[in-house]
């Protein structure tokens, strides 16, 4: 077993609060854009359509921009954190484990698979 030392423990915690910090400004961003992309349609909607304006109220609007923004704001978060756990854990895993190449087993591929111009009916 592995001894853990406080310097070690300190180390971790700033990784994640940089990652923490990371992808609630991914979030935020993604949010931002969200805000807008569903403002925009919505608003105009109200103002051009008669069924909109005579069914959204004004609670309905902020509802539907605010849902978009705030589901925006948790997948962006989400895939930034997932994505810097998975470059992370790849960055701390041993040596033997990093090599991801497929290295096979030397038999040849079926005929299926072989690029074109390969196959070889006749050995003359």
Known sequence: CRQVTRAYLDQKLALAKRCSREATLAGAK???????????????????????KANINPT??????CTAAGMAYFVAADKKILSLARRHSFENAPEHLKNTSFQGTGRPHPAFFRPRGTLNFHSD
Request: charged share 5%; net charge positive.
């Open 30 to 52: 993604a949010a931002a854009v969200a805000t807008v992309a569903s403002a925009v349609p919505t608003l105009a909607s109200v103002r051009m359509l008669p069924w909109a």
């Open 60 to 65: 309905g609007q902020a509802l539907i921009i």
